[in-house]
């Protein structure tokens, strides 16, 4: 914030929060830009800045951050002749926790467990939680504590998931959900303690949404499972695909005014929250479907979907440019196929689909393979596999 004002800016500063808050408060100041201070869902030791420009947009390289380092690099600063000021304003804390009230009603009484993992969310969810009395819910680590020493931030990995389990198998609950250090990914666990796959808990809420607006497109990664692109167009809705990443997403979504979209990873996109990821919203929006629905979750989600997948699979290869030619190659002729090329390379037949495309950071490519059984299934990861060899 010094490193700001010298250069003769102002600085509007939010304290400690989520990123979806960081976020929420740029589009309510239409700020210049933004920078938010996180290690996102790692430990502590890898605290970085998120750094937004003036539309909201991320600002990476490609996008800007080129011309930061640049500037960076050249080590030289002019002190400005008028100093910028800070500004401290908790209204917009207030405005953040009242903004889900406003969009989300909860029909009857349900049983939430919730971990927040020590992270940013324990410092909102007691106050947004109050909004909704028909929420009854055990805190789980609701004391904000940026060390983690009850378990690691990322709620995708095993060693966080075991308390909420734990605790959801000690009651009887609706539901759980754990949060990500920094709030803008959550994770879904049924009545029986499963974890969820994030497409398939988006899903109703999609298709909730497509009862609001009939023909309504809806945004998605080019490695949504099938079984939930068809279950859009079979309520109506159209699916447009889009590379993978939250830049790509969001520009996509403001294009087609999609009201919400997801990734695998569990992050939950919304059109009421300026189109930015927010896992609190995700989880208010799944908790008001399950509130109006008499089913559990176990059987809210997932339903008579009869597919096979692999999920995502990291395969290791010499050269990640051949192994995507190769598998474009392989197929791109075959009868009754579809190839797309938004992200890397998406193979569709009518009875599997493939979709592969390289890491930025490792000797990696990312897979994930889709079939109508599970024999078809093993046969073409073993094609594909043997396809792309290994070093």
Avoid at 83 to 110: A, C, D, P, T, V
Avoid at 330 to 337: D, G, I, K, L
Wanted: glycine letters at 8%; one cysteine or more.
């Amino acid at each position: 914030m010094r490193g700001i004002i010298v250069q003769g800016s102002d600085v509007i500063d939010a304290g400690v929060g989520t990123s979806p808050f960081f976020c929420f408060l740029m589009h309510q100041r239409k700020a210049d830009g933004g920078i938010m201070v996180t290690a996102s869902h790692n430990p502590r030791e890898y605290n970085g800045l998120k750094i937004r420009g003036r539309s909201g947009e991320s600002i990476f390289l490609g996008t800007g951050l080129e011309k930061i380092r640049a500037i960076a690099s050249r080590g030289k600063t002019r002190r400005a002749k008028m100093l910028g000021n800070i500004e401290f304003n908790n209204s917009y804390r207030e405005k953040y926790i009242s903004f889900f009230s406003k969009h989300i009603s909860i029909k009857r009484r349900i049983r939430v467990a919730i971990d927040a993992g020590g992270g940013s969310t324990a410092l909102f969810l007691p106050q947004i939680l109050s909004l909704f009395p028909n929420i009854e819910y055990t805190p789980l680590f609701f004391e904000p504590d940026g060390s983690f020493k009850k378990h690691p931030p990322n709620p995708l990995l095993p060693e966080s998931q075991k308390w909420i389990k734990a605790e959801l198998g000690r009651g009887k609950y609706n539901f759980g959900v754990a949060f990500d250090g920094d709030g803008d990914r959550v994770m879904f666990f049924d009545e029986k303690a499963n974890l969820l796959d994030s497409q398939f808990v988006f899903l109703p809420i999609a298709l909730k949404a497509l009862e609001k607006k009939r023909k309504a497109v809806i945004v998605l990664p080019v490695d949504t499972s099938r079984a939930v692109r068809r279950a859009i167009e079979e309520h109506g809705g159209r699916v447009e695909l889009s590379r993978r990443g939250y830049v790509f997403l969001q520009t996509a979504m403001r294009k087609f005014a999609s009201p919400i979209s997801v990734e695998r990873s569990g992050h939950y996109f919304f059109k009421d929250f300026s189109y930015d990821d927010s896992g609190i919203f995700a989880f208010l929006a799944f908790a008001e479907y399950v509130s109006g629905s008499p089913l559990p979750v176990s059987k809210i989600v997932e339903p008579d979907i009869q597919f096979a997948s692999t999920g995502e699979l990291n395969v290791t290869v010499r050269d990640k440019a051949r192994a995507l030619a190769d598998a474009r190659n392989r197929y791109r002729r075959a009868p009754n196929v579809r190839v797309g090329e938004i992200d890397g390379v998406t193979i569709e037949f009518p009875d599997w689909w493939f979709n592969i495309r390289a890491s930025n950071t490792e000797p990696v490519v990312r897979l994930v393979i889709e079939a109508d059984t599970e024999e078809l299934l093993r046969e073409k990861r073993a094609e594909i596999e043997k396809l792309l060899g290994s070093p």
